[in-house]
């Protein structure tokens, strides 16, 4: 395994996340045309928020015991992961859901032996963070 390396953007005040959006595309392309690598080619995953209120959706304590949980305990679902946490099955799987989204946690469709109906099961394949700001 290895440290996944994250980069996180806080979009500036008054500018709105689409002018940016197109702004950094723009200069992107721009490289790109010139042979040279985009300023996020080094961070698998890059995450735009609109304020630094929004960083509590990846490093809340309760999201962090999610990864950890996954990471150490490996559950087989997300019902699983919720008995483990001690938190309601709702909670855990919009928190899991978003961090699925976000690209932090994968979600595996499995079946077990002898079970008719396929369940999502968590997967954390990384041994940390390395947050830029």
């Not at 990471?71 to 001690?86: G, T």
């Not at 699925?100 to 499995?110: D, R």
Request: charge should be positive; proline fraction near 5%; glycine fraction near 4%.
């Amino acid at each position: 395994m290895r440290i996944r390396k994250f980069k996180i953007k806080i979009d500036p005040p008054g500018v709105s996340a689409a002018a940016l959006f197109r702004e950094e595309s723009l200069a992107d392309w721009g490289r790109i045309k010139k042979g040279q690598l985009v300023n996020d080619s080094e961070y698998d995953i890059v995450l735009s928020f609109p304020d630094i209120s929004y960083l509590a959706k990846v490093v809340s304590p309760e999201r962090v015991r999610i990864y950890q949980t996954i990471r150490n305990q490996k559950p087989s679902s997300i019902y699983e992961l919720a008995k483990m946490l001690d938190r309601s099955l709702s909670n855990v799987q919009r928190d899991v859901h978003e961090l699925a989204q976000m690209g932090i946690i994968e979600l595996k469709k499995t079946r077990k032996k002898g079970q008719k109906r396929e369940v999502l099961c968590p997967l954390y394949k990384w041994d940390g963070f390395d947050i830029a700001v």
